[in-house]
Every structure is written in structure tokens, then in C-alpha cells.
């Protein structure tokens, strides 16, 4: 039985030691010396004296930050991935919530992690990278003290007070999951993945996990590329990708330039989504284009490890018609619930639970939120189950797929990111330029639309700047409208339902 992520990289690397699992815009890394990596930085970490703890990882994205996550999970710790572009409050409140001891960065960002983080032990990767590697006995050490159920990483998704939430996934989530997609989908060491999510956004595991375990090839397509939709598709041409998953903003991109008119990735076989809603009608431009590839909707929250739905685009759809979540992955049971006490007649709506190994561990440090989040199945009254509650409302339709409506709260998907609108609430209040505020999602035309109160304009550029040392780019406002009072309801509370009717009902 696997026990450890790290074990599909070890069976990988001995059977196509010289083939290249990784390549980025500075270096390729063939999977004998990804292992390698692997072993050098378990030694540097195992004499920091950690057992499974969380790590650190201040890397910018690179394939020298998959070489930190494999050494991290050889040695028996769970990697947690931190951004390099965020401001330095949300990776403060991150490793306040962690309470960590090591951090592994690179020479270049060795003095600022320092200044971060004084309290922690730091691993260069540059110097262990150049340590002589474990014997195999040492390694073999390393893989028999790890069990399924230890945590393989933590990612931190944003919180509704302001300060961030870490998820926790086991090994047995990762295996499963990443078993379930190679047996379902046929992926082969053949796969030239062109890699598109952050390290620190779930959507990534597909990509490394099926790379680890495969023997495909994963390419770290630089992130300015996704600007350039032109330049992108040159991209996956000059470097022969077939496979890419990605959040559909990336997707959507492409086709609002139309640039499948002019050129096509002339290699690409499939075509898989996460992380938002797909809209048919740039989804049936791809289709219209590249009538050959595979397309997969997959669906899941950070909480499941990543997926816990798919539906494998197999009919045809009007550009106005809502795309299925599809059918749950294998040993994954979905539960539509109303109130959280009883399960949705088919085309009822009730919130999406999941029930099954994909399920986190919780959140980190945090017994509160993930008591509220993952709860005593309901229909089990014999013995303890968990189940997760996503906060998001669905249906079963005629055809026995589910179908996706919508978030219950104020958390929401944004260009493939999910965020706590309080996060952000948060970060504009602490800017000490406005009074009072309100931050509503459009959702038809992916906008965050910030209502506030203050007692003139702001000026944009200085209230950017102030914003953005508390939250990352993503979560910025683009559309901005200043009250001279917010409006309230009978509670003496902002009047939330008032403003997102405007955004989202303007009639």
C-alpha cells in the first residue's frame, strides 16, 4: 500500500531516470535529479530536528520549489507554500498561524525570510542542493517512518476576519485522487502538462502529482504569457504541450482575443478546467477550434483535495446554457443537503457536501472554523463520519449530473481564486482612507466592486498602494463608488443584500 506522495517519485525516477519531469524559464530537471533533491533536502531538514511540521516555502514559482516540496515530504514534513509577491502582512499572519520553525528560500530571498521570520531556522536550497546525497538505506529511513494519513501540505486560502485559513491534505487525499485521474483520463508519461495554477493554489497538485506519478513532463509556463494570449499559444506550440489544466479565466482569455482564428496549439489533446465557472460560450469557441481535444470540467474546494466532481464534455451546449460539475470522483460520495439535515430531491437546490479520503484534515490551528465546516454527516446517526459543507448550492439535474449554482455566503471564486470579500473589507478599512465600506462581487462580469464611504474621491493610485501591502493583486477592486453614507439594514448592519442586488439585479 502507498503510503507517501514521494513514493510515485521514487518508482518514477528509477524507471526513466534521464526523462525531464520539470522545466521552467532557468533550468530543466530530469526526474534522477529531482529525486536527488528530494534526499539532499530531507538531510538539511532532518538536522533543522522538524518531524512532521510545517515547512516554509518563500520560492518564487520555479521547478526549484517542487525540488523543496519533494526534500520536504521526503523528510516526513508537509510543505507550505508562501508568495513571494504577496505583502509581507499576509505571510506574517500565515506564519503566526503556523507557529513554524523552518523556512526554505532561495540565496536571493535568504535576507528578507530572515527579517520575516527571525523565530525560524532557515534552509537555503541553493547551499543544499549542494550537499551529497543520502544513501539508500538513509532514504529507504526516510519513506518507512511516513504513514497515508500524514499531511502531505497545507495551502492558505483567504479568511472572512482578515486573517488567512490554512488547509491540511494527507497523503491518502493526493493518492487517491491523483490514482483516480490517471485511471479515469489515460494519463501517460507521454503528457507534456503546461502548468498555469500558483504552487500556493490547489489546482497545481494535478499538475506535480501526475508528473511525480507518470513520468510526464511538466512545464512551468511563466506567468507573463497569460497576458499575451498570442505569445501563449506560441508557447504551447515551441514546447510540444498536450495538456493543460487550467482555471477558466485563462481559457476565456484566449478566446475573448480570438485567437484560435489565427493560430491553434497544434499539440494539445486536453483541455481540463477548475477553479470558477466555464462558460459555454468560450468553452464552445474552444470546442468550435479544436473540435479533437478532450475537455473536463472538474469542481471541488480546497478542502477535498482540489476535485471532488468532473464531467467530461460530451454533448453539445447553447452559449447560454450553465456547463454540469458532472458526476463525483471514485471513492468520493456527494451529498446535496437542505439545511444541512436532509438530502435534495433531484432538481431541488441544497448545499454541496462531500463525504469521502479526499477530505482535509481541518484547518490549521484552527478548531472553530473547521468544526463549522466539517460536520457529522447528518444521515449517519451510528458512529462519527465527517463531511464537508462548501458553502456552495447545486442541484441534481435529469440526467443525474450536478449542476453548479452558486456560493451561499461572501466567499467567492475570482479569476481562479477563491476569496473572503471580508478579506479584502479588511484590508481597505486598515488603508484609513475611507470611513466605511462594502465590497460586492459582479458576477457576470468578474468584477470586485468596491461601495464606500468617505468625503471625497480617493485617489486611486495612493489607496491602491495602501491596499495592496495587506492583500495580494488578485483581490484588488476594479470598480470603485463612493456613498455619502452606506446604506443599512433593520439590524444597524451595511445593507450587503442592497448592494449586491444593485451589482447583480440592476433592474
Given at each position: 500500500m502507498q503510503k507517501s506522495v514521494i513514493e510515485y517519485l521514487v518508482?518514477?525516477?528509477?524507471?526513466?531516470?534521464?526523462?525531464?519531469?520539470?522545466v521552467d524559464d532557468q533550468a530543466?530537471?530530469?526526474?534522477?535529479?529531482?529525486?536527488?533533491?528530494a534526499f539532499v533536502i530531507a538531510d538539511a531538514l532532518h538536522e533543522t530536528k522538524v518531524s512532521r511540521s510545517p515547512v516554509g516555502v518563500y520560492i518564487p514559482k520555479s521547478a526549484r520549489?517542487?525540488?523543496?516540496?519533494?526534500?520536504?515530504?521526503?523528510?516526513?514534513?508537509?510543505?507550505?507554500?508562501?508568495?513571494?509577491?504577496?505583502?509581507?502582512?499576509?505571510i506574517e499572519a500565515i506564519l503566526t498561524t503556523l507557529q513554524s520553525e523552518v523556512i526554505i528560500t532561495d540565496a536571493a530571498h535568504t535576507e528578507h525570510v530572515r527579517q520575516l521570520a527571525p523565530q525560524c531556522q532557515v534552509v537555503v536550497?541553493?547551499?543544499?542542493?549542494?550537499?551529497?546525497?543520502?544513501?539508500?538505506?538513509?532514504?529507504?529511513?526516510?519513506?518507512?517512518?511516513?504513514?497515508?494519513?500524514?499531511?502531505?501540505?497545507?495551502?492558505?486560502?483567504?479568511?472572512?476576519?482578515?486573517?488567512?485559513?490554512?488547509?491540511?491534505?494527507?497523503?491518502?487525499?493526493?493518492?487517491?485522487?491523483?490514482?483516480?485521474?490517471?485511471?479515469?483520463?489515460?494519463i501517460d508519461e507521454t503528457a507534456v502538462i503546461g502548468n498555469q495554477a500558483p504552487f500556493y493554489f490547489d489546482n497545481s497538485i494535478l499538475d506535480i502529482y501526475l508528473m511525480y506519478a507518470t513520468g510526464a513532463t511538466m512545464d512551468i509556463i511563466p506567468e507573463s504569457y497569460f497576458s499575451f494570449p498570442a505569445k501563449l499559444v506560441d508557447y504551447l506550440n515551441d514546447h510540444q504541450i498536450n495538456f493543460i489544466f487550467w482555471v477558466p479565466y485563462a481559457l476565456i482569455n484566449v478566446a475573448g482575443f480570438d485567437i484560435l482564428s489565427a493560430k491553434k496549439p497544434q499539440y494539445l489533446r486536453d483541455v481540463f478546467f477548475c477553479g470558477e465557472v466555464m462558460p459555454n460560450k468560450q468553452l464552445n469557441y474552444w470546442r468550435r477550434h479544436l473540435p479533437n481535444c478532450r475537455y473536463a470540467n472538474l469542481y471541488g474546494p480546497t478542502e477535498i483535495t482540489d476535485a471532488c466532481t468532473y464531467y467530461l464534455v460530451d454533448r453539445e451546449f447553447t452559449d447560454d446554457?450553465?456547463?454540469?460539475?458532472?458526476?463525483?470522483?471514485?471513492?468520493?460520495?456527494?451529498?446535496?443537503?437542505?439545511?444541512?439535515q436532509r438530502l435534495a430531491a433531484p432538481g431541488e437546490h441544497g448545499e454541496l457536501c462531500v463525504r469521502g479520503t479526499g477530505l482535509a484534515m481541518g484547518y490549521y490551528g484552527d478548531w472553530e472554523k473547521t468544526a463549522g465546516a466539517f460536520i457529522q454527516n447528518p444521515l449517519n446517526k451510528h458512529f462519527h463520519e465527517r463531511i464537508y459543507c462548501t458553502g456552495d448550492t447545486a442541484y441534481w439535474n435529469e440526467r443525474g449530473e450536478i449542476m453548479y449554482i452558486g456560493r451561499k455566503d461572501a466567499q467567492i471564486k475570482h479569476n481562479g481564486f477563491r476569496i473572503e470579500l471580508g478579506e479584502i473589507e479588511n484590508a481597505?478599512?486598515?488603508?484609513?482612507?475611507?470611513?466605511?465600506?462594502?465590497?460586492?462581487?459582479?458576477?457576470?462580469?468578474?468584477?470586485?466592486?468596491?461601495?464606500?464611504?468617505?468625503?471625497?474621491?480617493?485617489?486611486?493610485?495612493?489607496?491602491?498602494?495602501?491596499?495592496?501591502?495587506?492583500?495580494?493583486?488578485?483581490?484588488?477592486?476594479?470598480?470603485?463608488?463612493?456613498?455619502p453614507a452606506l446604506r443599512q439594514n433593520g439590524s444597524?448592519?451595511?445593507?450587503?443584500?442592497?448592494?449586491?442586488k444593485l451589482i447583480n439585479n440592476p433592474t
Open positions: 518508482r518514477t525516477a528509477k524507471r526513466l531516470p534521464e526523462k525531464t519531469a520539470l530543466s530537471v530530469s526526474f534522477a535529479e529531482l529525486l536527488r533533491s520549489m517542487i525540488q523543496a516540496f519533494a526534500g520536504i515530504n521526503m523528510s516526513g514534513n508537509f510543505y507550505v507554500p508562501l508568495d513571494t509577491k504577496s505583502p509581507d502582512s499576509r536550497i541553493d547551499d543544499a542542493l549542494q550537499r551529497q546525497p543520502a544513501t539508500d538505506a538513509d532514504a529507504e529511513q526516510y519513506l518507512q517512518q511516513q504513514i497515508s494519513t500524514d499531511a502531505v501540505y497545507s495551502v492558505f486560502t483567504s479568511g472572512s476576519t482578515g486573517t488567512p485559513k490554512g488547509v491540511v491534505i494527507a497523503h491518502q487525499g493526493v493518492i487517491d485522487y491523483i490514482d483516480w485521474a490517471i485511471e479515469t483520463f489515460g446554457e450553465p456547463l454540469p460539475i458532472g458526476k463525483p470522483c471514485r471513492n468520493t460520495e456527494i451529498l446535496i443537503l437542505v439545511d444541512r481597505v478599512q486598515s488603508s484609513h482612507m475611507v470611513d466605511n465600506c462594502c465590497i460586492v462581487y459582479d458576477r457576470q462580469n468578474k468584477k470586485i466592486v468596491l461601495f464606500y464611504q468617505a468625503a471625497q474621491d480617493l485617489d486611486l493610485a495612493a489607496f491602491r498602494k495602501a491596499v495592496l501591502t495587506k492583500i495580494p493583486r488578485y483581490m484588488l477592486p476594479s470598480e470603485y463608488h463612493r456613498e444597524g448592519k451595511t445593507d450587503r443584500s442592497y448592494y449586491n
